[in-house]
């Protein structure tokens, strides 16, 4: 069963931001892969992003993850369903294992064999 559990913010006051995570909703911080403030609610994980030069996107919600059971079988489902991509590998360096893109080109991440903190 798939499971979203994964939504990544881009911001350019990641300390503002996820005071107003942790304060508002009693998120925790916690450890996770790469310079984002990763937050939990036990649940969810929220990775918030600083925002900068190398980082050619605009403020807010970036991309957001689901776990699945199994990469491979979603592929032609996501291709028969108009992906606006293909699934791509992540770099290591990353929590999630892969990217596809929706029909409207908004970045999903997937994960099978690893988990985001929370």
Partial sequence: MSRIRHIAI???NQEKLGNFYKT???MKEVKGIGSALYLSDGYMNLAI????PQ???DEGLYHFGFEVDDVEPLKDVFKQLGASS???PRPKNRDAEFRVHDPDGNAIDL????KWPV
């Fill in 10 to 12: 881009v911001t350019s």
């Fill in 49 to 52: 992003i600083k925002k900068t």
């Fill in 111 to 114: 994960v099978c064999s690893r």
């Fill in 86 to 88: 293909e699934v791509q």
């Fill in 55 to 57: 980082l050619k996107v």
């Fill in 24 to 26: 508002a909703f009693g």
